[in-house]
C-alpha cells in the first residue's frame, strides 16, 4: 500500500510539473498514465484542467487532487520531466528513485536569466517588426521597445501577482515608446513597429494550444486556456490604447 | 535579397523564442531552423497570392513534419521544436490587433479579426494534428501485419 501511495505521488508531481510548464492536457494526462501503467497499475484514472489535476489509481479508490497555481512555458522542465516517464517505462526506476529525481527538478529553477529572456524579447520584436511587413528603419525601434516592454512587464510581475496588471505594464510601456520614437522621426511605420514589439508578449502560442486542447476533446481545459490567452491579448491592446487616448 | 532578409529574420525570432520559452539550449538552433522553413513557406505562398490561412496550414504541417524528424533524431518531446516552430505562424499580432480595435470602440473590425484569428489558429491545429495522424498511422501498421 505505501508502495502505492510513491506512485500516485510521482505521477501527481509529473502532471504537475509538466501543467506548470505549458504542456498538452493531452501530453499531461498521458505521461501520468503511463507512468502508472509502467508500476503496473491498472485502470488508472487522470484528468487535468490548467488549474488542477485529478488523479485515481483505480475506479473506486480514493481520488487524488492536486492544484495548479502559477502556469508559464517551460520546455526545459517538460523535457526533462519527458526522459523520466521514459525512463520509468523502460524499468530503469523504481518508485521511490523517481520520486526523488522529480522532486529535485520540481525545485529546480532551469530558467535563462532575467536579461538574456530581455535580449532575446529585443531581437525578435525586431524582427517580426521586419517580417510582419515592416521596413528596416522600423526594426531598430521595435528592438528597443519590446526589450523595455518585455523588462517591464517581467519587473512587475515581479512586485504584483495579478498577470494582467504587468501586460497591461507591458503594453503602456511599448505605447509610449513606440509613439515617442515615431514622433522624433525613429522609425517608418508606428504600427508596425508596435505589432513587432509586442509579438514576445502575445499569446500566440497560447490560443494555438486552446484550439489543439478542444479538437483532442479537452473540451474544459481548452476554453480556459482560450479564455486565458483572450484576456492576455485584451491587457496588451487595453495598454496600448491608453497611450492612444492620451496622446 | 527579402527572402534571406526573411530567412535571417524568422530565424531569430523562433530561436530567440525558444529562449523565451527556455527550450533546452542544445535544440536552440533546431528550433530556429523549424520555425525559418515554416515562415518561409508560408511566406512563399502567400507572395504566390495564396489564401492566408490554407498558406497557415500548410505551413504548420511543414513545421510539424520538420519537429516529428528532429524529435526522433535528438530524441526530445516534440513540443520543443513545434512550439517554437509555429511562432511566426501563429495570429499573436492579429489578436492583438483585434483587442486594439475593441478596445477603440471598433467593434466591427474588431470581431472580423478575431474570426480571421480563430481561423488561423484552428489551420495551425490541423496543420500540426495532420502530421500526428500520418506519424500514428506509420507507427501501428507494421504492427498489424
Known amino acids: 500500500m505505501k508502495e502505492h501511495i510513491t506512485i500516485v505521488k510521482v505521477c501527481l508531481l509529473a502532471g504537475k510539473i509538466m501543467l506548470k510548464s505549458g504542456a498538452e492536457t493531452s501530453r499531461v494526462e498521458d505521461t501520468m498514465n503511463r507512468i ?31 492544484r495548479i497555481n502559477n502556469r508559464s512555458t517551460d520546455l526545459h522542465k517538460i523535457a526533462v520531466v519527458n526522459h523520466i516517464s521514459r525512463q520509468i517505462t523502460a ?30 524579447a529585443a531581437f525578435v520584436s525586431g524582427s517580426f517588426a521586419y517580417m510582419f511587413g515592416g521596413t528596416w528603419p522600423d526594426v531598430l525601434p521595435a528592438f528597443i521597445a519590446g526589450a523595455a516592454g518585455f523588462a517591464g512587464m517581467i519587473a512587475c510581475d515581479r512586485l504584483v501577482d495579478i498577470r494582467f ?29 508596435i505589432i513587432g514589439a509586442v ?13 489543439r486542447d478542444l479538437m483532442a476533446g479537452h473540451l474544459v481545459a481548452g476554453l480556459s486556456k482560450g479564455v486565458e490567452a483572450g484576456l492576455t491579448a485584451f491587457a496588451i491592446g487595453a495598454g496600448i490604447a491608453l497611450v492612444f487616448g492620451l496622446v | 535579397m527579402i527572402i534571406v532578409a526573411h530567412l535571417i529574420t524568422s530565424f531569430i525570432a523562433s530561436a530567440g523564442f525558444g529562449i523565451l520559452f527556455n527550450a533546452p539550449r542544445r535544440d536552440l538552433v533546431h528550433s530556429g531552423l523549424v520555425g525559418m522553413f515554416g515562415w518561409i513557406l508560408y511566406y ?5 497570392e495564396m489564401d492566408i490561412v490554407p498558406a497557415t496550414v500548410l505551413g504548420a ?26 511562432i511566426p505562424l501563429v495570429p499573436g499580432g492579429v ?51
Do not use: C
Open chain 1, 36 to 66: 502508472a501503467a509502467a508500476y503496473d497499475l491498472e485502470n488508472v484514472q487522470s484528468y487535468a484542467t490548467p488549474t488542477a489535476i485529478n488523479f485515481s489509481i483505480g475506479v473506486a479508490t480514493e481520488t487524488n487532487f492536486l
Open chain 2, 61 to 86: 504541417m511543414l513545421v510539424a513534419v520538420l519537429s516529428q524528424v528532429f524529435a526522433r533524431f535528438r530524441k526530445t518531446p516534440i513540443i520543443i521544436f513545434n512550439i517554437s516552430g509555429i
Open chain 1, 91 to 120: 524499468g530503469e526506476l523504481d518508485a521511490r528513485e523517481a520520486l526523488r529525481t522529480i522532486k529535485h527538478i520540481d525545485d529546480k529553477k532551469l530558467h535563462f536569466p532575467g536579461w538574456v529572456q530581455i535580449i532575446a
Open chain 1, 199 to 211: 509579438m514576445p508578449m502575445v499569446p500566440g502560442v497560447p490560443i494555438t494550444n486552446a484550439v
Open chain 2, 95 to 145: 489578436a492583438y490587433d483585434a483587442m486594439q480595435h475593441f478596445v477603440e470602440n471598433d467593434y466591427f473590425t474588431g470581431v472580423q479579426l478575431s474570426a480571421q484569428v480563430m481561423l488561423l489558429s484552428g489551420g495551425i491545429a490541423i496543420g500540426l494534428m495532420f502530421s500526428e495522424v500520418i506519424n500514428q498511422i506509420i507507427r501501428k501498421f507494421p504492427a498489424r501485419r
Open chain 1, 165 to 193: 496588471v504587468s501586460e497591461f505594464l507591458g503594453g503602456f510601456i511599448i505605447g509610449i515608446l513606440a509613439v515617442a520614437f515615431l514622433h522624433y522621426g525613429f522609425g517608418a511605420s508606428l504600427d508596425r513597429v
Open chain 2, 44 to 48: 512563399t505562398l502567400t507572395t504566390h
